[in-house]
């Protein structure tokens, strides 16, 4: 059974930073790759930023140079630092993480967590 488990939503000033953070457990055989994707109303889900076990970061170009993902292989742990928020940031953010393949399209990925939300005040 594996849990995915993200912490660190709630709601934020615009401009104001916010962390996310993201633990994955139990039988995995092995990470490859794990990302932030969200969900905002009446939009669908979207990827935000995703690493490689190898430390390969692909980025949306709407966070590109305010959002920095990072990850600790050993944990199966991946952080999302989110800077300079906009309202237009509020959604549910979901981590996702993937054992096999390599596409970051939402049937690419293996395990998905429950999703906290992110909203951003103007």
């Known amino acids: 059974q594996v849990q995915v488990v993200e912490s660190g939503g709630g709601l934020v000033q615009g401009g104001g930073p916010l962390r996310l953070s993201c633990a994955v457990s139990g039988s995995i055989f092995s990470i490859n790759a794990m990302g932030w994707y969200r969900q905002a109303p009446g939009k669908q889900r979207e990827l935000v930023a995703g690493?490689?076990?190898?430390?390969?970061?692909n980025y949306a170009d709407s966070v590109k140079g305010r959002f920095i993902i990072s990850r600790a292989n050993a944990k199966n742990t991946v952080y999302l630092q989110m800077n300079s928020l906009k309202p237009e940031d509020t959604a549910v953010y979901y981590c996702?993480?993937?054992?096999?393949?390599?596409?970051?399209?939402?049937?690419?990925?293996?395990?998905w967590g429950k999703g906290t939300l992110v909203t951003v005040s103007s």
């Open positions: 996702a993480a993937r054992s096999f393949g390599s596409s970051w399209s939402e049937g690419g990925m293996n395990y």
């Open positions: 690493v490689t076990s190898g430390g390969t970061t």
